[in-house]
């Protein structure tokens, strides 16, 4: 059913990784800056009124979810810009006659994605590291969510880049479902101090559990259970992961 020539998955992933790292001032150093911003804006306005959530600093605790915010959106872009750009150009074709099963094109794409939402994280928390003193909790959580994170949106943009038709349609799924998701999964406070309806929303955004889990890696705190958060990350992401397979092997929105 599956093919596994893993040269050929490591050269789609290496041009994947190329293909960020040339423009790595747009791809990797902006969303790092942008994440600090983000920092100081919520810690000089908030600073003052808001000392401390879940009797955690303030900026200890935003910055976690900074980080995954990061890894999250650029994963996503990554797949979704890679895959639409071919599309648009009419190169696309090079990638789908080349020796590459559906299983090698999904498994290549999402790797690439995986590699810049982790590379732009861990930049993030470098720059983080100048302004707030973080610490690791949990090297296996940090690991984990780190990864079910990107694997989840690297995932979801290689099913947009193949669905979209035109730029407007991926930066509409972008304005429209990635950034709320992620604005309202914990980035910048915790659920527990939500109303019910709202909490119980959480629970229903994938986003949240990613956040919720890294936030746990560096100060140890969860608002969730993070058994059930890590199991239903693991069945999102090989439901996404073969959905990305199937949408190759039936050529939707790319064989004609």
Request: proline fraction near 3%; hydrophobic fraction near 50%.
């Amino acid at each position: 059913m599956f093919s596994y020539n893993y040269l050929c998955v490591f050269t789609l992933f290496k041009k994947e990784v190329h293909r960020f790292l040339k423009v790595g001032i747009q791809t990797v150093i902006g969303p790092a800056i942008s994440s600090l911003l983000f920092l100081a804006v919520f810690s000089l306005a908030l600073g003052r009124s808001v000392n401390q959530i879940n009797n955690v600093n303030l900026s200890e605790f935003i910055a976690p979810g900074l980080i995954m915010m990061t890894m999250l959106q650029n994963s996503f872009a990554n797949a979704a810009s890679s895959i639409g750009q071919a599309k648009f150009q009419g190169n696309i074709v090079d990638i789908l006659m080349s020796p590459l099963s559906d299983f090698e094109l999904a498994a290549g794409y999402i790797l690439g994605a995986v590699a810049r939402g982790l590379i732009c994280g861990l930049v993030t928390f470098f720059g983080i590291l100048f302004f707030v003193p973080l610490s690791v909790y949990s090297y296996s959580a940090l690991f984990f969510y780190s990864l079910m994170g990107c694997m989840m949106m690297g995932s979801m943009g290689v099913m947009v880049g193949i669905w979209a038709d035109k730029w407007d349609q991926q930066q509409g799924i972008t304005n429209f479902i990635v950034l709320p998701l992620t604005f309202l999964s914990g980035t910048f406070y915790s659920i527990s101090r939500l109303p019910e309806f709202w909490q119980n929303f959480a629970l229903f955004n994938p986003f949240f559990y990613n956040i919720d889990g890294l936030r746990y890696a560096f100060i140890g705190q969860s608002d969730s259970e993070l058994l059930s958060g890590a199991i239903i990350l693991l069945i999102l992401n090989v439901c996404l992961f073969f959905l990305c397979y199937f949408m190759f092997k039936e050529g939707y929105k790319l064989k004609s």
